[in-house]
């Protein structure tokens, strides 16, 4: 049995064939509406999602299957004191499979010890979040065309932003990636992501504070919400949040086909008045989440 809980844990076979069948399923809707009749999808969301939440129970939907779950802790027995094993040891009686969202980070992994179902990482604390990381991939492959020689850049929270830790992780195993990191110096990027991802595979990464500097550069400019839940001190969350804005102005310099990313939410880091410039793929990359998502579903249930 398979589960998801780092995006390492899928070759790059496997995405690109996972990539392949979401852009199956968008052009092809009602080939897969049946797939998953009589499968139970069971969401364990500890922490607030909108779109990774919905986004899976509407995969599970459009296949054909049912969900069950909930969306806070507090309205599940953990409230009273059981563990995250038990709960998902219990929820896998009931379900074919469980995606799961956690403040900890590596409690998925434990979940996945004892689980008789498969388990998805759909997000733990500031560490990982793969199914996010496939979304990214689709979106690339989709917007792009490729995904190899492309210079992304990583703009905003790069310490606490756990979608860019996985996306990094991702892209290192394709072809001439090259990443510009833009943050201030308190959100720098993990050394542990410098030092075990990038320098141990030889990928070629600038550091800057400044949004504009790079921008002409750029094939992808991924932009990332101040992570004001994992801050120790308020103070330092109000210091920095406003620190990146990206508007029309910024842009002046940027690639006619730039693909301009976010994970969402969005608090301000992108003005509205970019959402109708064409390069904008952000609401269009929450769409492509509810496809590769399907098309995880698919391969985790082993349904052909
Ligand atoms: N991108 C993402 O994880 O959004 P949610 O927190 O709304 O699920």
């Known amino acids: 049995m398979k589960h998801l809980i780092d995006i390492n844990d899928l070759s790059v076979e496997e995405i690109d064939k996972m990539i ?6 968008i052009a092809n809707k009602e080939k897969y509406s049946h797939k998953c009749d009589g499968k139970i999808l069971a969401t364990l969301f500890f922490e607030p999602s909108t779109r990774t939440r919905l986004s899976f129970e ?3 939907l459009n296949l054909g299957g049912n969900v069950l779950g909930f969306s806070e802790a507090s309205s599940s027995s953990v409230s009273k004191g059981e563990t995250v094993a038990d709960t998902t040891r219990v929820v896998g009686v009931y379900s074919d499979i469980i995606a799961m969202r956690h403040p900890k980070e590596g409690a998925p992994l434990v979940a996945s010890e004892k689980s008789t179902v ?7 604390g500031g560490h990982n ?6 979304t990214d991939l689709l979106t690339i492959k989709c917007e792009k065309g490729k995904l190899e020689d492309l210079t992304i850049g990583l703009c905003g929270d790069l310490k606490f932003g756990r979608t860019v830790h996985s996306l990094i992780s991702a ?4 072809k001439n990636i090259k990443f510009v990191l833009i943050s201030p110096k308190e959100l720098e990027i993990p050394e542990y992501v410098k030092k075990d991802v990038l320098d141990k595979n030889n ?3 600038i550091e800057t504070k400044n949004i504009e500097e790079y921008m002409d550069q750029l094939d992808v400019l991924y932009m990332t919400r101040v992570q004001k839940e994992r801050f120790f001190n308020e103070e330092d969350y109000i210091r920095l949040k406003d ?3 990206l508007n029309k102005e910024k ?4 690639k006619s086909d730039l693909c301009i990313m976010h994970p969402l939410p969005r608090v301000n880091e992108i003005a509205t008045d970019v959402d109708d410039d064409p390069r904008a793929c952000y609401f269009k990359q929450a769409e492509y989440g509810k496809f590769i998502r399907m098309a995880l579903i698919l391969k985790l249930l082993e349904v052909e």
């Open 251 to 254: 842009l002046q310099k940027a």
């Open 129 to 134: 979040h793969p199914t996010q990381t496939l």
């Open 203 to 205: 990928i070629e990464y």
């Open 58 to 60: 509407s995969a599970m």
């Open 118 to 124: 498969p388990i998805i990482n759909a997000g733990d």
């Open 171 to 174: 892209m290192v195993r394709y």
């Open 20 to 25: 392949e069948v979401a852009k199956d399923i």
């Open 243 to 245: 620190y990146y804005i």
